[in-house]
């Protein structure tokens, strides 16, 4: 046995234990204790380095970056329990419904708007579900489209900025969040952008599956319309603009911004009289859950690392991924490959403070642009969120959507978007241009 033979192991160990449903940063704490107690016993790791332990964790908690975190998932919570996606969807659905395939024009339409306001993939997939999945169904339109357009909208918020993703990808790399925020603008808008058409060419062969709404259903004129659209698309608009604003501005940090924009969101429910205790108290608690999973996942992975650095690891995966076949071209293939292979099973969390570390240096050493590749590795990670069995997207959207609406049917019409997201990602490793043409 070998300490890059046991590190090994550690590696399989931690996707195992994980891979059974046991809580993550557990699993990761727990196999990487049980492999350093067999390392110190063969001689291969030296406790003392456990002392740094404690510093790292501290280093974590007052990680700066790290705090835009909570505040753009509190930012998200508040307009979507403050019902803001519930306006725009209706009111962006009457403007389209007209077309054929006008309600799923919407969905995308607001899905990326979401994105581009909130972050939280969880809160896009849940309020479009409860409110355009019937909707569309009562229309007439297929099932799988239905809900795949709804799934596939509502995880742009992992591409398009401000994304939580994005912000942890930017920590784990080292790199500038500002940087793959802008890189990632192009490429989310791009991929939105394709999901509207791919959702008109399937409108235009097959009118069945995605008729326009009949015209008693249209009881405003034009100029109401309009009105309607400007009235509930303008404060989000600004709210979007002095966020990203600022951020791609220089005028501010992403953690600064993200303390803006959760005020904003606090004025923009309090000016539409929702910005009640109850919408408070559930915006906080969903704030807290989801920030406590991060770090108890980040701490998890901390010492995960630490043991797996301890064994020279990451040292042996670097001389791996720097010499494979093809250099660049070869991690390029193995990195999205691992990525995409992971996302079926585990969370973007999980891939990102355990798979992202180990990649990293070998790109860096490769000369890869590390933006470029942060926004190529946002993209595949957005797919673990609609691949079948296990993408989250599909159960927040299963836990929403009506009985007789069967998970066969969310698998089948997820499958056209994730091509479409294969397609994109394809383009922007070919054109990368894509993502640096901003910076």
Do not use: C
Not at 157 to 163: A, R
Not at 309 to 323: A, C, K, P
Request: net charge neutral.
């Amino acid at each position: 046995m070998t300490p890059e033979g046991l590190a090994i192991g550690l590696f399989i160990g931690a996707l195992l234990a994980i891979f059974s449903g046991y809580p993550v940063a557990f699993a990761l704490g727990g196999v990487s204790l049980i492999f350093a107690a067999i390392a110190v016993q063969l001689g291969f790791f030296d406790w003392t380095l456990m002392t740094a332990l404690p510093q790292r964790i501290f280093g974590i908690m007052s990680n700066y970056v790290l705090l835009a975190v909570p505040f753009f998932i509190f930012m998200g919570t508040v307009l979507e329990k403050g019902k803001l996606a519930e306006d725009l969807l209706r009111t962006i659905g009457k403007l389209f419904g007209p077309v054929r395939g006008g309600l799923a024009f919407a969905v995308v339409f607001v899905g990326a708007l979401l994105a581009a306001a909130t972050g939280v993939v969880g809160a896009s997939v849940v309020a479009m579900g409860l409110i355009s999945l019937p909707v569309m169904r009562r229309y007439g339109y297929s099932t799988e489209l239905a809900t795949g357009v709804i799934t596939a909208s509502g995880t742009l918020g992992q591409i398009i900025p401000p994304s939580v993703v994005l912000v942890v990808l930017a920590d784990q790399m080292g790199v500038s969040v500002g940087d793959l925020f802008v890189g990632a603008l192009i490429p989310g808008l791009i991929l939105a952008g394709m999901y509207a058409v791919y959702v008109m060419i399937l409108a235009f062969v097959k009118p069945s599956v995605a008729p326009a709404l009949p015209a008693q259903e249209r009881t405003e004129s034009v100029g109401e319309l309009l009105l309607q659209v400007v009235l509930v698309m303008a404060p989000p608009l600004v709210l979007i603009l002095v966020v990203l604003g600022s951020i791609f501005m220089g005028i501010a940090t992403p953690t600064e911004a993200g303390a803006l924009g959760s005020v904003g969101a606090l004025i923009l429910a309090a000016a539409r009289k929702r910005l009640t205790l109850d919408v408070l108290r559930a915006s906080m608690d969903e704030t807290v859950r989801l920030t406590a999973m991060v770090m108890f996942i980040l701490v998890g992975s901390t010492m995960f690392a630490l043991v797996f650095r301890g064994l020279s690891g990451d040292l042996w995966i670097e001389q791996v991924l720097t010499n494979l076949p093809g250099g660049k071209v070869g991690l390029l293939i193995v990195a999205n490959l691992v990525i995409f292979f992971l996302g079926f099973f585990i969370d973007f969390f999980e891939i990102a403070f355990i798979v992202i570390p180990l990649l990293v240096p070998a790109a860096h050493a490769l000369g890869i642009d590390l933006v470029w590749f942060g926004v190529m590795i946002a993209m595949n990670l957005q797919t673990s969120f609609l691949t079948p069995p296990f993408g989250f997207a599909l159960f927040y959207l299963r836990g929403v959507a009506p009985p007789d609406v069967t998970t066969g049917q969310i698998y089948r019409g997820v499958l056209p978007f994730i091509a479409i997201q294969i397609l994109a990602l394809i383009l922007i490793t070919i054109f990368p241009g894509l993502v640096t043409g901003l910076l």
